[in-house]
């Protein structure tokens, strides 16, 4: 097929789109109530049914979190519509008690309910031996491993230049005042990104000039036997 065929085609799949358009637009409809016939013209594209206004407020706040989009939202406000009254006040109890309640720690920056995290009042911990992570959700995963016996520090993110994030930005300084003369290391395990790895690499100079013994967390599978 040539270029002008294939023009020609193309016209005439716009023709023919338009007029199924003008005929949904103007379309007939008929039904018969107690035995008399009733007809009429609607118009099938402006019949876009919106949900209640308190549906889609719902919809919206859902689609504030990550990677939630309309169908998610939509999905969900349903599933909240579906819940009984008693589970529905507790679930806002939870939201509203999240909030009030949970705060970084003033000394790690991990989560906290307390004046402090359960690690940080733990004495029996590894006093000696810190391990600094990007956010709280790292600590947690550390912790599921049930290897890791010492104390965390929470940065709260990484350098970023594209984010504008800077080193003044993160709990960085709240970490040097942590270290004593009987901190044997400190184990840096920001993730392996490119701002993982700059604000590891910034970390370890910054604590190589301290005289403080610093480890880079591995990352990957060994290559070879």
């Known amino acids: 097929m040539d270029f002008n065929?294939?023009?020609e085609t193309a016209k005439k799949m716009g023709e023919t789109a338009s007029n199924q358009q003008k005929e949904l637009e103007n379309k007939s409809?008929?039904?018969?109530?107690?035995?008399?016939?009733i007809t009429g013209k609607i118009n099938l594209l402006l019949c876009n049914m919106e949900y209640p206004k308190s549906f889609e407020e719902l919809m919206t706040c859902f689609k504030m979190l990550p990677g939630i989009g309309n169908k998610g939202a939509e999905r969900m406000a349903y599933a909240i519509?579906?819940?009984?009254?008693?589970?529905?006040k507790r679930f806002s109890q939870a939201l509203t008690s999240f909030k009030e309640n949970v705060h970084t720690c003033?000394?790690?920056?991990?989560?906290?309910?307390g004046d402090k995290?359960?690690?940080?009042?733990?004495?029996?911990?590894?006093?000696?031996?810190i391990c600094v992570v990007e956010s709280p959700k790292d600590v947690f995963a550390?912790?599921?491993?049930?290897?890791?016996?010492?104390?965390?520090?929470?940065?709260?993110?990484?350098?970023?230049?594209?984010?504008?994030k800077t080193m003044d930005d993160l709990n960085i300084m709240s970490l040097f005042d942590r270290i004593t003369p009987d901190t044997k290391?400190?184990?840096?395990?920001?993730?392996?990104?490119?701002?993982g790895e700059t604000t590891?690499?910034?970390?370890?100079?910054?604590?190589?000039?301290?005289?403080v013994n610093t480890t880079r967390i591995a990352h990957g599978l060994p290559i070879g036997s």
């Open 81 to 88: 519509y579906d819940m009984s009254e008693e589970d529905v």
């Open 5 to 7: 065929s294939l023009l």
């Open 29 to 37: 409809f008929s039904f018969s109530c107690q035995n008399n016939l």
């Open 142 to 164: 550390m912790e599921k491993m049930k290897e890791y016996h010492g104390l965390y520090h929470v940065l709260g993110g990484t350098i970023s230049i594209m984010d504008g």
């Open 117 to 129: 995290c359960e690690i940080c009042a733990d004495h029996e911990r590894d006093q000696s031996t």
């Open 200 to 211: 590891a690499l910034f970390l370890a100079k910054l604590l190589d000039k301290k005289g």
């Open 185 to 195: 290391e400190v184990i840096i395990a920001t993730n392996a990104t490119r701002e």
């Open 106 to 113: 003033p000394i790690c920056g991990n989560l906290s309910e």
